[in-house]
């Protein structure tokens, strides 16, 4: 009976991962991204406004025209993100922002070799020093991820718990487990999405499939309780599920009011 069990988790977890892996037909009902710049503004005040004033536009290049010259506000906990979206090309030369906060106004330029043709064009607003940085800073992805790792742990370490695993050995191997796997995983959501993705929690569902083969393989393997064999397999097989799909559901959720 365990056998027949270990058997068809293993043969549905395939079925997902072959899923993942399956190409998809293609979709052209405005799958694509419109040209852009997104800017990050950390913990910012309610009445700051970024409008674009000015585009030096190349005379030979197409005419750019932004479809919002005042940006799109995007909150999120700790940081909220201002987007401009062109039409039909990115600007082929610098960019003129007036950044307006009570009765502070300064403006900034964003040079055209800082844009890509195309999305991507992600900066970082510093408001006390009047800065645009490009890109996303370096302790800014640090706690993201510190905090989405924790977040993991504290989740799967109550299941753990409640599902009676109590000896030091035992935890030690949750602990190891998890760390490389959310490390792994982190770094990996730090690689490949802008924080305006909004298809994460769909797109990681091949890594935590992996990540719940890996955790049956070692916790079964590995953490040995006073269960009798057969038991202690069944309890440990049962936690990797329980916690993982609970562990996907929440973070699901905070996807939508955390930051990426």
């Not at 409008?51 to 700790?78: E, F, G, R, S, Y």
Request: contains cysteine; hydrophobic residues 55%.
């Amino acid at each position: 009976m365990l056998y027949l069990i270990i058997k068809r988790s293993i043969q549905v977890l395939s079925v997902f991962i072959l899923f993942t892996l399956v190409p998809t037909a293609i979709c052209m009902a405005n799958a694509v991204e419109l040209p852009s710049i997104l800017i990050i503004v950390p913990d910012p005040p309610q009445d700051l406004e970024i409008v674009i004033v000015n585009i030096t536009q190349d005379p030979n290049a197409p005419t750019v025209n932004p479809l919002n010259l005042q940006a799109k506000k995007i909150d999120k906990v700790m940081e909220s993100y201002f987007v401009f979206y062109f039409e039909p090309v990115m600007p082929q030369g610098p960019v003129i922002l007036r950044i307006t906060t009570g009765d502070t106004t300064f403006e900034i330029t964003v040079d055209d070799a800082l844009l890509n043709t195309w999305s991507g064009n992600i900066f970082t607003l510093d408001l006390e020093k009047r800065t645009l940085a490009e890109g996303e800073l370096l302790s800014r992805s640090i706690i993201l991820a510190t905090s989405r790792i924790v977040i993991t742990l504290i989740i799967e370490g109550i299941v753990f718990f409640l599902f009676g695993f109590r000896k030091l050995r035992s935890w030690l191997i949750f602990l190891a487990v998890n760390l490389v796997t959310q490390t792994l995983l982190n770094i990996w959501i730090n690689v490949h999405f802008d924080p305006l993705d909004s298809f994460v929690a769909y797109r990681v569902i091949f890594w935590e499939v992996l990540i719940i083969i890996i955790e049956l393989i070692t916790f079964i393997g590995f953490v040995k309780e006073k269960d009798e064999w057969k038991r202690g397999i069944l309890r440990a097989g049962l936690y990797v599920i329980v916690a993982n799909i609970l562990s996907f559901i929440v973070g699901g959720f905070l996807i939508t009011l955390l930051p990426i």
